[in-house]
């Protein structure tokens, strides 16, 4: 398999890399979350010098970016999936929200996407990811009225982002870091405040969709 | 004044330093966002060696965070005093919104609070924070509730952390990354799905507190 590595002059060898990169990529960030996994752990992990990676993608959040769009396109796929046997607001809320607690990976790439994976990237790569999430969101729309019942398509949209945006603010405070899981070990009443992933994300995606129609 | 930084052994002089370190540190992040900004840089700014400066905060993150703590007791006296004049949902929702939009550096830094502010932190800081926000959350609950007219206290609890959540989140959607910015001027379709800050928010929260009472 290394001798592979060596020359990637052929299309489906440089294929073959991005796509070791990206696996390499993923498998450190669900150890232990993207926000400590640097380009050099990456190369490392995938036996290519550091220099020869940011030939396929420019920057760790490009490659990143890229793990989030993937994430982007099964998610919606998963979800467009479940709406069709879905009925009523608390089936919709289901199955845009289960399924996102079915894909840590994802919620923690979610979570960084503003604030980190959109920096430090190319235009380009920029481009090629909003398009996605767009498509993706622009996709569920008529899903999520539909089965829903009393939105429109608008509000459909809204409430598909509104579910990935939320998730994104739910994730990391619903996993602590060290530091949080042991002041909660020792305060149960600081414990106890910490809401839980997806009950929470349930009740403030039902809210918001139960909402939306009377700001009609 | 540089003179007064050679020693500083007596109270006022190490709460002198402390207060210089913060503000450089607010200046800093005022500037290009507190993603940026290094313990180094905030040691230059106050012309401190950076092996004096962790004498008074362990790390970065622990800067930022006392600067999110003092954000959180700001924004709640503010919220507090508009709220009393307020009545209904939508003086309510401005009460709570407005007051963050008119705080950049603060939603900049709970844009960054759980994914980055939370970690690399000593155990007796994050009880400090967690303290603080859940004092200011407990205090608004009634107000919010009060002033809504429609809400129970756990629901005003609920709205004022969505506020600050939400906040975080639209926060750094709404102020882009160079590449995002470079992106916008060159497709006006991507730039036009970019939400803005506070009709986002405002829309957001209305619906979300709109919609609570029907999840009773």
Redesign the interface.
């Known amino acids: 398999m290394k001798q592979a590595f060596v020359r990637a002059r052929r299309p489906e060898h440089k294929q073959q890399r991005r796509e070791a990169i990206l696996a390499a990529a993923r498998d450190l960030a669900a150890e232990s979350g993207m926000?400590t996994v640097s380009l050099g752990s990456v190369a490392t992990a995938v036996g290519l010098a550091k220099s020869n990676v940011v030939r396929y993608f420019g920057t760790r959040e490009e490659i990143y970016l890229e793990l989030a769009a993937e994430g982007w396109t099964a998610w919606g796929a998963e979800v467009a999936e479940r709406l069709r046997d879905a009925s009523g607001q608390d089936e919709t809320v289901a199955a845009l929200t289960e399924t996102l607690a079915g894909r840590p990976l994802f919620c923690d790439l979610l979570?960084?996407t503003?604030?980190?994976l959109?920096?430090?990237?190319?235009?380009p790569?920029?481009?090629a990811f909003?398009?996605v999430v767009?498509g993706v969101l622009g996709d569920l729309a008529g899903d999520v009225a539909h089965a829903h019942g009393g939105l429109t398509e608008r509000e459909g949209f809204e409430v598909a982002a509104?579910a990935t945006?939320?998730a994104?603010?739910f994730y990391?405070?619903a996993n602590?870091?060290?530091?949080?899981a042991?002041?909660y070990a020792?305060?149960p009443d600081?414990a106890a405040?910490c809401p839980e992933f997806l009950p929470t994300l349930k009740?403030?995606l039902?809210?918001?969709?139960?909402?939306?129609p009377?700001?009609r």
């Open positions: 926000r979570s960084h503003a604030t980190t959109e920096h430090n990237i190319s235009v790569a920029a481009r909003k398009r767009l509104a945006a939320l994104g603010t990391p405070i602590p870091s060290p530091a949080l042991q002041l020792e305060d600081l405040a009740r403030a039902s809210a918001l969709a139960a909402g939306l009377t700001l």
